[in-house]
């Protein structure tokens, strides 16, 4: 509980914070990693995916040692709050997740192949938290990009859900919902575990195979 009200409840948009128009975190640079741009469009032929699994730090690194994938950014999408900080998003009180917005070419990796590395590196039933980290900010989604995105990652959840299911598991919690807004997150936060060597943000995988 914040402020009276519980983080493990996404807010009303009318009582959302008010986040700020026409101000956003100016990421750019480089990636610590790839050598490709942080803050950045995707290239003529290459695909965008935003996920949400947990805690960002340890999303992004997951993703960005996928071959094929060009460049990864964290940031926050799904909710209401314009421009949130981190510290706004943590309160519970913007309605957005924790994400990870990938950019990867189609001809090395596909959205496919994408969408196994995101079940397969977090536990999809387990509402708004993931392990010790508990809030809507954990909560998994899938923000899709296109509405064949749209269809495959629906598709996706229901033959996961089956081998979930025999596994022993609940119903999987995962939201998916096209992208509406994408905010960077703060420069800090971007390859945090590669500047951070020694960070710990650990995703928690049910090891049950995708397919």
Known sequence: MIFGRNKSELPAADAALPGR??????????HQTLGTPVETQAPDGFGVAVFGLGCFWGEEKTFWEVPGVWSTSVGYAGGVTPNPTYDEVCSGRTGHAEVVRVIFDPAKVTYADLLRVFWENHDPTQGMRQGNDRGTQY????????PEQQAEATASREAYQQRMTSAGYGEITTSILALDKY????????QYLAKNPYGYCPLHATGVSYA
Do not use: K, W
Request: hydrophobic share 25%; proline share 0%; glycine share 12%.
């Open 21 to 30: 128009e026409g101000r956003r975190f100016q990421v750019g640079g480089t």
């Open 139 to 146: 909560r998994s989604i899938i923000l899709t990009t296109t």
């Open 183 to 190: 905010y960077y997150a703060e420069s800090e936060h971007q």
